[in-house]
């Protein structure tokens, strides 16, 4: 019986290495591997736009999202006041953060540039949504 038990390590130390290869365990990591990737340009001072995308997505992003009790959509957000830039990521958080989308929030003169890289499976999802939050609505 303990032989049984040891042969099948192999198969499924394989599986889990196939299952979690799909994921993307940084932002830079999603920002490398996506050709997803769109900027735009906003009026508003960065700071603002910044409070604008993460609040709004905070709120619509994880808001009644549950998969199970081990797995959970996060929101993490990093402003960098001295450096003139944000961040703000989108991910799964389960075993490790699997990232799905990230912005990036510049200083550019008195208005905002912002990326937005996303999975290619999304297509233009979040950088609409992005760009929606990033000019001030709270539409989810």
């Known amino acids: 019986m303990r032989d049984g038990v040891f042969s099948s390590v ?25 050709s997803n990737k769109r900027t735009f340009t906003v009026s508003q001072n960065y700071q603002q736009v910044y409070r604008n995308i993460s609040k709004t997505a ?8 549950v998969l199970s009790s081990q797995a959970s959509w996060d929101v993490d957000a990093q ?4 450096l ?3 961040e703000i990521d989108f991910y799964l958080n389960n075993v490790g953060k699997d990232f799905y989308a990230t912005a990036k929030v510049e200083r550019q003169g008195s208005g905002t540039k912002v990326t937005v ?24």
């Open 10 to 34: 192999p198969a499924i130390v394989g599986l889990c290495a196939l299952v979690l290869s799909g994921c993307v365990s940084s932002s830079q990591d999603l920002v490398e591997s996506s």
């Open 58 to 65: 905070s709120q619509c992003l994880t808001r009644g999202i």
């Open 79 to 82: 402003l960098y006041s001295e």
């Open 84 to 86: 003139g830039y944000g």
């Open 117 to 140: 890289v996303s999975r290619e499976r999304f297509k233009d999802r979040f950088s609409d949504s992005f760009q929606r939050w990033a000019k001030g609505s709270t539409a989810c």
